[in-house]
């Protein structure tokens, strides 16, 4: 199947009111403009010279989301154009970015990415970091952030009963804050699930899916 007609395939099987962000990490330009000319705009990279490379290349109209680790001493290159930042994982980081997106006179979207699975190799908060950042304030100090949802990964596992309960972990944290609005944070976006685990992340409150190798096919591997 086409780029095209996974993507159709993948749009149909989802809600309507459900983000889906193409995951164009590894994929060269020719291929993520089978994505584009579709119609799709919002493309996920997890690695800063990749995503620069392609916002050089690729039309100005495309919504770019950083979703992996981000160093503090790489927000500069990204900071002029990014849409949202999936990644954020620590105070340091969000200070950093709050400083360069005043250097570039705009407000930069971010979630916060929350450490969900049994893994340890995956970035993020655990659920009491996230509660201190929330309360801290140095939170309410940064003027040029707005911290617009949450994002997490399952861990790799074909044990759904335990996919299960790590989003329903996170989308209680998400419940639970979403109440609080402030002019930097108020929770609209739950960003949960990847090609192998979306129908079961918007089956627990998903709001924004994260979708590569469905689309691509495998990364790495030649197509037939
Ligand atoms: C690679 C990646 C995805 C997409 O994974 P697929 O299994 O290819 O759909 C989603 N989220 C993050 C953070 C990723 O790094």
Redesign the pocket.
Known sequence: MSIKENLHKIQVSIPENITLVV?T?TQPVEKIMEAYDAGYTIF?E?KVQEMLNKYESLPKDIQWHL??HLQTNKVKHIASFVSLIQSVDSLKLLQEINKHALKNNRVINCLLQIHIAKEEAKFGFDFNEAQQLIDSEDLKKLLNIRIIGLMG?STNTDNQEQVIREFKSLKRFYDEHKQLSTFNFQLLTLSMG???DYDIAIAEGSTMI?????VFGE?GKIPA
């Open positions: 995951v990490k996920g997890n979703i992996g990964m990847m090609s192998a994260r979708v590569g190798s469905s990364r």
